[in-house]
């Protein structure tokens, strides 16, 4: 079982003699045991896994625009950085996750939707030629709002983290808008960021000064050094304080 709630982590050992060997392994999770059955024999019975793991790769970089540049390095990390967006993707559409989102890393922690991040993504993943991905990034995200207003600060599978870290994730779904047009997808986002603001001027804006205040240490500036000029115990996970922030006023806006 892993560290974070809703992970489990599986671990087997094999102990093979010098020599040749070949053999497959295949694994398949689903609530519904009949569809286990079928992906994990649809699995094992697939003597080319290489070849169905490359073409899956090509079908999806086929999806985004080519990228070419006279510097190598930028070339390389326009790629990579697509890459980690697929190997970052989910689409079971069921428990917290109706939508195809995109989590933010790979490790136990970060293999979560966070709110911080899908804005980010969103803009990214708004070049493919389906808009699948960014949307749902979006909504998935919607779909686990509190009725506060607030977003969740992580969604996991099963469990919802506190409540949300800055974001700017309206903007984003403007700006997915505007490469793959879609009204009704603005019109049901209105009223979510709409509760959204308001709570950002309830929770956030306590003085009514229009400035926008950090409570948590980790929320996207990751135990910035300024928290602990004011507030020595900041670096404690579990502290709270309030910091008007440049960064979260100008995601507010």
């Known amino acids: ?43 094992i019975r697939n003597r080319n896994p290489v070849d169905r793991n490359r073409s899956s790769w090509h079908t999806y970089f086929d999806l985004a625009p080519a990228f070419e540049c006279s510097d190598p390095y930028f070339q390389r990390i326009y790629y990579y950085r697509l890459y980690g967006l697929k190997l970052c993707s989910i689409t079971i559409r069921d428990y917290n996750y109706p939508e195809p989102i995109t989590v933010e890393g790979t490790g136990d922690w970060f293999r979560d939707q966070v709110t911080y991040s899908v804005a980010a993504q969103t803009l990214e993943l708004r070049w493919l030629r389906n808009p699948e991905r960014a949307y749902g990034n979006i909504f998935g995200m919607i779909a686990n709002q509190f009725p506060s207003g607030a977003f969740p600060g992580k969604v996991g599978p099963n469990y919802l983290f506190r409540e949300n870290y800055p974001h700017f ?42 400035l926008y205040e950090a409570i948590y240490p980790y929320e996207g500036q990751e135990f910035s050094p300024r928290y602990n000029a004011f507030y020595p115990e900041a670096g404690d996970r579990e502290f709270t304080f309030r910091i008007e922030t440049l960064e979260h006023t100008c995601y507010a806006y």
């Open 1 to 43: 079982k892993g560290e974070v709630p809703g992970k489990i982590t599986f671990a087997f050992q094999y102990d093979l003699a010098p020599g040749d060997h070949k053999f497959n392994v295949g694994m398949s999770m689903n609530k519904d045991r009949e569809e286990v059955v079928n992906l994990l024999v649809s699995a």
């Open 169 to 210: 994730m309206a903007l984003a779904l403007l700006e997915t808008h505007k490469v793959h047009p879609d009204r009704e997808k603005l019109r049901r986002s209105l009223e979510p960021f709409e509760n959204n603001l308001k709570w950002w001027d309830e929770e956030r804006d306590v003085d009514g000064d229009h």
